[in-house]
């Protein structure tokens, strides 16, 4: 894979909030999706995700505790975890889904 600017891929997608796969290292898949400051419903994986925000930020609600995770931050949401993007999410999200060892 060649170098991807993240922001400029976000900024492309059709939709906000539906993320595409840049690629994979392993079995993680490694995804981008641009934020647009609307509210979503909980939501729960069978995978672990890292959430990285490359611009912006993330109001996330992980497990009934709310946190604002900001530019050059990350967030692990461990598989099973119920999360829910709060309003305000803007920006630019690249997501790593590692499914589970087992």
Same mark, same amino acid.
């Not at 492309?12 to 934020?35: C, D, F, H, I, N």
């Given at each position: %894979?060649?170098?991807?600017?993240?922001?400029?891929?976000?900024?492309?997608?059709?939709?906000?909030?539906?993320?595409?796969?840049?690629?994979?290292?392993? +079995?993680?898949?490694?995804?981008?999706?641009? %934020?647009?400051?609307?509210?979503?419903?909980?939501?729960?994986?069978?995978?672990?995700?890292?959430?990285?925000?490359?611009?912006?930020?993330?109001? @996330?609600? @992980?497990?009934?505790?709310?946190? +604002?995770?900001?530019?050059?931050?990350?967030?692990?949401?461990?598989?099973?975890?119920?999360?829910?993007?709060?309003?305000?999410?803007?920006? +630019?999200?690249?997501?790593?889904?590692?499914?589970?060892?087992?």
């Amino acid at each position: %894979m060649s170098v991807v600017d993240v922001n400029e891929r976000a900024a492309r997608l059709p939709e906000a909030w539906r993320s595409q796969v840049l690629g994979r290292v392993g +079995t993680a898949a490694v995804k981008v999706l641009r %934020m647009d400051g609307r509210e979503l419903e909980p939501e729960v994986h069978g995978t672990a995700e890292v959430l990285f925000v490359a611009a912006g930020r993330l109001e @996330l609600l @992980l497990d009934a505790e709310e946190s +604002t995770v900001r530019a050059g931050e990350l967030r692990v949401v461990p598989a099973g975890g119920r999360h829910a993007v709060r309003a305000g999410s803007r920006g +630019t999200l690249l997501i790593v889904e590692v499914p589970e060892e087992g």
